[in-house]
């Protein structure tokens, strides 16, 4: 069973940024998504990020994201395949969130933006850290 850890949300100011990451305990090849979705009060959890581990030497990343991070937020994939950074820049009120990292072992995902960033699409999630921008 994969674990993940969130850290780096807090408070910031529109227009701050904040650096968010995630840590997992997979192990190689069993992981082929990992990804940030984000929770609105009263809301249903919306994809923000997300990328394709390429476990293999010679594969290549894919990254996916919202229309409305967009330009704004970028995803990093550590060296270790384990550690996904996700860096917030511009950020608006209305990025005011809960957190989540994800990851998917599932083998049905296709290799397209819908499903990198839907929710029924990951099997494993971390407890959440809180974004909040004030204007």
């Known amino acids: 069973q994969v674990q993940l850890v969130e850290s780096g949300g807090g408070s910031v100011q529109a227009g701050g940024s904040l650096r968010l990451s995630c840590v997992a305990s997979?192990?190689?090849?069993?992981?082929?998504?990992m990804a940030w979705f984000r929770q609105f009060p009263g809301k249903e959890r919306e994809g923000v990020a997300s990328?394709?581990?390429?476990?293999?030497?010679?594969?290549?990343?894919?990254?996916y994201y919202a229309d409305s991070v967009k330009g704004r937020f970028g995803l990093s994939l550590g060296n270790d395949k384990k550690t996904l950074v996700m860096e917030l820049n511009s950020l608006k009120p209305e990025d005011t969130a809960m957190y989540y990292c994800?990851?998917?072992?599932?083998?049905?995902?296709?290799?397209?933006?819908?499903?990198?960033?839907?929710?029924?699409?990951?099997?494993?999630w971390g407890q959440g850290t809180q974004v909040t921008v004030s204007s």
């Open positions: 990328v394709y581990i390429p476990w293999r030497s010679g594969d290549q990343t894919s990254y």
């Open positions: 994800a990851a998917s072992t599932r083998t049905d995902i296709v290799a397209l933006r819908a499903d990198a960033l839907e929710v029924a699409k990951y099997d494993y």
């Open positions: 997979e192990y190689r090849g069993s992981t082929y998504y």
